[in-house]
């Protein structure tokens, strides 16, 4: 989504503020801009689209400062035009400001500043900050961002440069990351630490509620009430230099590829002398076992992700367990309380609404555990415990690693609650266990079909309307094979379980359409090739994924991609790299934008 970068240096900021922001392109954004104070007036070039327009337009302006932010904007009040991009001006147009998240309570305020005099000239909920900090600005920066943030009710980090106070920049942080660094040569800001990977490796991360105050000597740390504060700079965890694409066109084949190893490293960080440990207190281990329900609660891919566990789980813990979408649960009637267990599964652990219903499941006195890719997240920090998956950085916004290490971190989730509810035979429990340590190689073997799938997905690549099907826990992975190519081809595909499709859908099936059929359960194997056969009988070409063992079973199926057998639970995480390769060559075939999808964003901090 959003992100946001500001320096203050000896030297010329427009380059390095370009450059952050071409860190946090992969965050998803729709226009991009910058603003720099210099000699007691700001400058401001915005453009809608992407960060190669506006470097265009730079080449047309002299913007060149010590001081200076910029954004990259993902919409969420009013159009991805160049008047709503950031940095948003203050009426004066002597302050400029960057901002992440919602202001949710904008209206009301613009309404009182519309009524003292004060005029508007975007459609953002951000240009009330800048019109708050003109009105409270008293010579002091930092002191009218102090009075401003007492007005702003929601989630937001914003940076603030003022030409009446050269060279700073002062950034406040409320549920949303904000980050500070000094270095050589000055100081910087960013909401992504990313974009300050080259200037240090140790970086001042903001606390919610507190204020950052930079110019080129130096990094002020102040609470919203105005007290100075003294804080360590701490370690990156990531290295952030080695982002680059390693040879692979696009970050999205490198995380495919990265697959085997990251789910190798998930299984490793939790597998100690013989027995699965996620290090979790007495207190919490005793709560796991009283649990008497589990819940869910993601968005997209992690979704998915909780969809296929549902399944797993409910077969060892024999107790209800339901994946839920979390912008459904935050308003549901869900009932929750201290033997329910809600489980958060995010990547970025910044989603909106996943954050929103894992609080929501705190306050009802459940038990809370996040299943969450980055470290000291907010989910993270939120849930009552924390299972980290070993993906390391993922850069593509369509998730790909993602989604196998929370596969991988739920299976081992699954069988110590199962142990220590004693709820399935140790043998079951032991054979699963053994699938675990083959699941990285099973990986590797269906990553080791890119260069078939590579001459295959081009087929359906111009398709307008496809299908996908499946059965049981194979249909929670064909959801996210429909998912993936949705997100980086724009075909319109739709996802169905393989029983269901008779009920409508099939009246969508004529001649040629494409059907992508995820088979790999021995279990419903039968049940699945009705589905094909009923489909094939009105003229619909299936591409078929399944097993050596299970391909007799489906003949009429036009393709057939055979992967590696394993139990019925795992197959998502055995079959998911391949859809994710069909969705990728489609897309490259189409000259899709693969890493930086249309419309989408890593995170999803808004609701
Ligand atoms: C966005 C991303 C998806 C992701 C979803 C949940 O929509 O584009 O790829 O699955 O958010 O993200 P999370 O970080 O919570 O896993």
Excluded at 71 to 88: D, F, L, Q, V, Y
Excluded at 92 to 115: C, R, Y
Excluded at 452 to 469: G, H, L, M, N, Q
């Amino acid at each position: 989504m959003c992100g946001i970068v500001g320096f203050a240096m000896e030297e010329n900021v427009t380059e390095h503020l370009i450059k952050g922001l071409e860190k946090l392109e992969y965050r998803g954004y729709d226009s991009a801009g910058i603003a720099v104070e210099k000699d007691g007036e700001i400058s401001a070039v915005k453009t809608a689209g992407r960060i190669s327009a506006l470097k265009e337009k730079l080449k047309y302006e002299n913007v060149s400062s010590h001081v200076g932010i910029a954004h990259t904007r993902w919409a969420t009040h009013g159009e991805p035009n160049e008047k709503n991009a950031h940095p948003i001006l203050s009426e004066n147009k002597k302050i400029a400001v960057v901002h992440n998240g919602i202001i949710e309570n904008a209206d009301e305020i613009k309404k009182e500043l519309i009524s003292m005099g004060v005029e508007f000239e975007t459609d953002t909920d951000t240009e009330v900050i800048s019109q708050l900090l003109m009105i409270n600005y008293d010579g002091s920066l930092l002191s009218a961002v102090i009075k401003t943030v007492k007005k702003l009710k929601g989630a937001f980090a914003f940076a603030a440069v003022c030409s009446d106070s050269p060279g700073e920049i002062a950034a406040a942080r409320y549920l949303s990351p904000l980050t500070a660094v000094k270095f050589n040569s000055g100081a910087g800001i960013a909401s992504d630490i990313s974009a300050l990977g080259e200037y240090s490796d140790e970086f001042i991360y903001l606390d919610d509620s507190e204020i950052a105050v930079i110019n080129s000597d130096e990094v002020k740390i102040y609470s919203f009430s105005g007290e100075e504060k003294e804080k360590t700079p701490q370690r990156a965890d990531a290295d952030l230099n080695s982002d680059g694409r390693d040879g692979y066109e696009h970050f999205m084949l490198k995380e495919i590829y990265e697959q085997p190893e990251a789910v190798k490293k998930t299984i490793d960080a939790y597998y100690k002398n013989g027995e699965i440990n996620f290090g979790f207190d007495e207190k919490f281990i005793e709560k796991l076992k009283n649990s008497d329900r589990v819940y869910f609660t993601a968005c997209g891919s992690a979704y998915h992700a909780g969809a296929a566990a549902e399944l797993f789980f409910e077969k060892i813990l024999k107790i209800p367990c339901r994946a839920v979408i979390a912008s459904e649960m935050r308003y549901s009637f869900t009932p929750l309380d201290k033997k329910t267990l809600v489980i958060a599964i995010s990547q970025s652990g910044e989603t909106a609404d996943t954050l929103a219903s894992l609080k929501n499941a705190k306050e009802s006195g459940c038990a809370t555990l996040s299943i969450v890719n980055v470290k000291d997240s907010y989910i993270a920090k939120t849930g009552e415990s924390v299972i980290y998956t070993r993906a390391g950085r993922e850069i593509a916004v369509a998730t790909t690693k993602g989604y196998t290490t929370q596969l991988t971190a739920l299976y081992m989730l699954g069988i110590y609650l199962a142990k220590i509810k004693n709820s399935a035979p140790d043998k079951e429990l032991g054979e699963y266990e053994n699938e675990l340590f083959s699941l990285a190689d099973m990986i590797k073997s269906t990553v080791s079909l890119s260069g078939y799938i590579s001459r295959r997905a081009p087929f359906t690549a111009f398709e307008k309307d496809v299908f996908f099907i499946g059965r049981g826990v194979d249909f929670t992975c064909a959801l996210e094979g429909s998912l993936k190519l949705k997100e980086i081809t724009y075909i319109h595909s739709e996802c169905l379980p393989a029983g269901e499709l008779k009920h409508g859908t099939i009246s969508l099936i004529e001649r040629g359409t494409k059907v992508f059929a995820v088979a790999m359960n021995k279990r419903l194997a039968d049940k699945t090739a009705n589905g094909i056969n009923e489909i094939k009988a009105r003229g619909a070409y299936v591409i078929c994924f399944t097993t050596e063992k299970l391909r007799d079973k489906f003949p009429l199926a036009d393709e057939v991609v055979i992967l590696e057998e394993t139990n019925e639970f795992f197959a998502p995480a055995v079959t998911a790299p391949a859809l994710q390769l069909w969705a990728y060559y489609s897309a490259r075939t189409k000259g899709c934008d693969i890493d930086k999808p249309k419309n989408l964003a890593k995170s999803v901090t808004v609701e």
